[in-house]
């Protein structure tokens, strides 16, 4: 994420060759200068592309017992910014306050670590800069224990957000 900060100047030109110098139909110049000053996003993921996983066909009868699947997200960040920490956030619809991210399927969540860190909707994890990859880690879990899952497809999105700090 870039912050831009808009600015504009007006300067106005004129030429003064003394008190006598402007005769009927001298021009006065005018020029509008315009630009944007921003401070450039620490880390990008996946080249600020978007990324599609695909999770397979998950067996019912192991929802919430196999381990996580995991990802390597490429990411490539911007030293020297004089930063003491590098930060991301995540963004997405999340059970409460827990690190289950919702799907479209009904009682199918998703617990989710980003290189072993628990992260919540809204967030901050820490990023290490010097590293090409961020670790995605997704295990598919129940909404609710005491409820069945149908078999069917599901969806769920994130956005992770590099953090200016």
Do not use: W
Request: proline share 3%; hydrophobic share 45%; glycine share 8%.
């Amino acid at each position: 994420m870039n912050k831009i900060f808009n600015f504009s100047f007006l300067i106005l030109f004129s030429l003064l060759l003394g008190s006598d110098a402007f005769a009927a139909g001298d021009v006065n110049l005018v020029v509008k200068l315009n630009g944007s000053v921003f401070i450039p996003a620490r880390c990008a993921f996946n080249l600020n592309t978007e990324y599609n996983i695909d999770l397979g066909k998950l067996d019912i009868q192991k929802i919430g017992s196999e381990p996580s699947i995991q990802f390597d997200i490429p990411q490539k960040c911007i030293t020297g910014l004089g930063a003491a920490e590098y930060l991301a956030r995540i963004n997405g619809t999340f059970v409460g306050t827990t690190n289950v991210l919702t799907t479209t399927h009904a009682n199918l969540g998703l617990k989710l670590l980003v290189n072993d860190q628990i992260v919540r909707n809204g967030s901050n994890f820490l990023v290490d800069s010097t590293n090409d990859k961020l670790k995605l880690s997704i295990a598919p879990t129940k909404l609710d224990g005491t409820k069945s899952i149908a078999p069917g497809k599901f969806s769920a999105t994130i956005t992770m957000v590099s953090i200016i700090r």
